[in-house]
């Protein structure tokens, strides 16, 4: 049997991604079992990874594990990439008795505002807020638990080791997405802008982004702009990263500048046509699994009344939208080239790429409510890492089974009507 070239898309959700740990858990357990296993059935490669948000830190966890690293021999591996994603959802959690008094106050006071009591708005660049932080971690917060910055450190201690000639080889790629407040740019951090700028990529883009007035651009991929893709500007003060170069409306004119990125629900949630952004028809994925974490639909029954429960569904219509979109063109391609075959312009160079969706089970993505995307209990964390475990088990089963007769989006994104 053949082994597809697979592409995980990851998308945000706030502690909802939990499920995403459970999905990529169960994912590379899978491959590990059948790549062992001599016998047939369908295999895959995983050649690409992306995220935006959660499903940034769940993307990142997942391709350090899983590139080679000069400084960590263990790096370069499935068990790598397992164990990296467990110390992320692990640190994440509120572990420590001042942790946990945050979370479960923050959950209450979330409980209260949503039934309509009057609280104050928050503003993340008052100074009250770094006050907070202070005096949480005098009490004993890990700084882990409090920012982005050490937390990523602590995940991929030896990032700056990366053995990028190997990366290369691999073929192993991660994208997390993000949105340049000031531009309005849709931003991706790229690995394979990392290898362009270090000469190793092998078919660089032929076109210099540079060279036009556009409101997509390319970064090479760094922690920083992991974090820039979880910032959410109603927590978190924008993202900074420096020495940042901009195109202009003058020709050949560039200017560079501090940058400012917010969360990537504002761009891609998550990026993905960016995945079939490669030179030649070979390098691009087979299929994509999009991990899905914002519900496209929602019972019949649900009574949005509260302004809470309204911004939290318009949370998840905005982080479905772009999505949609890029899943929708990558079927009007699919369906051009069943048409009209790929050896003229402009369908050469591309290819019919499945579209995959995993997401929890009804009862489940129903069930949830908004507060709980900010709930960081272990316990929290737990079940919705299960849930995801056993719908990729059950998901990678009939993928293999099935094989060209398994479902695929736009109608595994919905769910069967109720019985």
């Not at 069943?338 to 009804?362: C, Q």
Request: charged residues 25%; glycine residues 8%; negative net charge.
């Amino acid at each position: 049997m053949s082994t597809k070239k697979v592409a995980i898309a990851c998308q945000g959700g706030g502690t909802h991604a939990a499920f995403t740990w459970g999905v990529l858990t169960q994912i590379l357990e899978t491959k590990k079992a059948w790549d062992a296993d001599a016998g047939e059935g369908e295999k895959f490669d995983i050649i690409a990874i992306s995220g935006t948000s959660a499903g940034a830190l769940c993307a990142l966890a997942t391709w350090y594990g899983l590139v080679p690293n000069t400084a960590d021999a263990d790096c370069g591996t499935i068990d790598k990439a397992i164990d990296r994603l467990d110390f992320l959802w692990t640190n994440f959690a509120a572990t420590t008795p001042v942790e946990i008094a945050h979370n479960q106050m923050v959950g209450t006071l979330l409980q209260w505002k949503a039934k309509g009591v009057p609280f104050p708005g928050s503003n993340p660049y008052a100074g009250h807020g770094n006050v907070g932080l202070s005096a949480l971690a005098m009490m004993g917060a890990r700084s882990d638990y409090l920012g982005f910055p050490d937390l990523l450190n602590a995940l991929c201690p030896d990032f700056k080791t990366i053995d990028w000639a190997a990366v290369a080889k691999a073929d192993r790629r991660i994208m997390v997405g993000a949105i340049e407040v000031l531009s309005g740019n849709f931003e991706i951090f790229d690995s394979n802008k990392t290898l362009e700028q270090l000469g190793l990529l092998a078919s660089p883009p032929k076109v210099d982004q540079y060279d036009v007035t556009r409101w997509r651009m390319r970064r090479a991929i760094s922690l920083e702009g992991v974090a820039a893709s979880g910032t959410l500007p109603e927590i978190l003060p924008a993202q900074v990263i420096g020495n940042t170069t901009f195109p202009t409306c003058e020709p050949n004119k560039v200017v560079t500048r501090n940058a400012y990125y917010w969360d990537g629900l504002y761009s891609q949630n998550p990026p993905v046509r960016n995945l079939l952004d490669v030179g030649t028809k070979a390098e691009k994925p087979d299929e994509i699994w999009v991990v899905r974490i914002n519900p496209q639909e929602i019972s019949p029954q649900s009574q949005k009344v509260s302004l809470e429960d309204i911004k939290d569904r318009e949370n998840d219509l905005a982080g479905n939208l772009s999505l949609n979109q890029e899943l929708d063109h990558i079927l009007t391609i699919n369906r051009w080239i069943a048409e009209h075959g790929d050896s003229h312009p402009p369908l050469r160079g591309r290819k019919i790429v499945e579209v995959r969706t995993i997401k929890m089970r009804r009862e489940t993505a129903w069930g949830l409510q908004h507060t709980s995307k900010f709930d960081r209990s272990a316990d929290h964390f737990a079940r919705l890492r299960e849930e995801g475990q056993a719908v990729a088990k059950e998901w990678l089963a009939d993928w293999r089974a099935r094989g060209k007769d398994f479902a695929s989006y736009p109608n595994d994104a919905r769910y069967p009507e109720p019985a």
